[in-house]
């Protein structure tokens, strides 16, 4: 299928939610294909609402797209950060960077700042919006276009599932849509500046992500988009005994 094709599907897609399933949200971490999104969106599909989660431990490059996306569109991003008494407490007992000793505290890390971060974001919502692509991990392979989030209770949506990265950048180069810096340095997924580096050219794309895990490549993720990811981060707080006082 041509990128015109997939462009059009993809439009067509957005008019739906856009009538079917508001209130509906795209949640953006400012990678290329959320970077496609918010150009649709925001040019044609305004009643599309965009939000992200600061981690605390974003690239300064991802800050910097945020706001240069921001003032670029004329949008206003909803901003959703952790509780600042869940990291405390994390940090306290295990220290600020105990994601590298093992994958448990990794997931616990990930939902701290992630995941209870999210949750509070689709609160109201009827749907929400990805960038998720087959073609990125193999993890991703038998996403659908649509789906249920049980975990929510909601509808998801991946608008861009079926496209290339030479389509979202074919795209993005076309229509001057500002992206990451860091996409220019050697990485194809940006996250957490602690837990992401640049890849080596023939990697796998997902390589530069939680790479001291030795996992298999393109398997991991942080719980944003794994089902039953509630249910995981609360059973690794508890496994590590965090303990947050009010």
């Not at 837990?195 to 390589?207: F, H, I, S, W, Y």
Request: with cysteine; hydrophobic share 40%; net charge negative.
């Amino acid at each position: 299928m041509s990128l015109d094709a997939k462009l059009g599907r993809t439009r067509e897609l957005l008019a739906r939610i856009e009538r079917d399933f508001a209130p509906a949200a795209l949640a953006s971490s400012f990678g290329a294909e959320d970077m496609v999104l918010t150009e649709l969106i925001a040019s044609e599909f305004s009643g599309i609402q965009i939000f992200t989660l600061d981690t605390g431990r974003l690239p300064k490059e991802t800050i910097s797209l945020m706001h240069n996306a921001q003032a670029h569109y004329d949008v206003a991003f909803s901003v959703y950060r952790p509780q600042a008494g869940a990291v405390d407490a994390y940090v306290k007992e295990h220290g600020a960077n105990a994601f590298y000793e093992s994958v448990d505290l990794r997931k616990a890390c990930c939902g701290i700042r992630k995941v209870e971060p999210l949750g509070r974001a689709l609160v109201g919502k009827k749907a929400w919006l990805t960038g998720l692509r087959r073609e990125q991990a193999p993890s991703r392979r038998d996403l659908g276009e649509q789906e249920f989030d049980a975990d929510h209770g909601l509808a998801k949506f991946n608008p861009l599932i079926d496209w290339t990265n030479d389509d979202v950048w074919a795209f993005i180069r076309a229509n001057d849509v500002p992206y990451n810096a860091l996409h220019d340095r050697g990485y194809p997924s940006i996250g957490c500046e602690p837990c992401t580096r640049a890849v080596k050219p023939g990697e796998d794309p997902r390589a530069g992500r939680w790479w001291w895990e030795n996992a298999t490549s393109g398997q991991q993720e942080c719980g944003l988009h794994v089902s039953q990811s509630q249910g995981a981060v609360t059973a690794s707080l508890s496994n590590i005994r965090i303990k947050v006082t009010a």
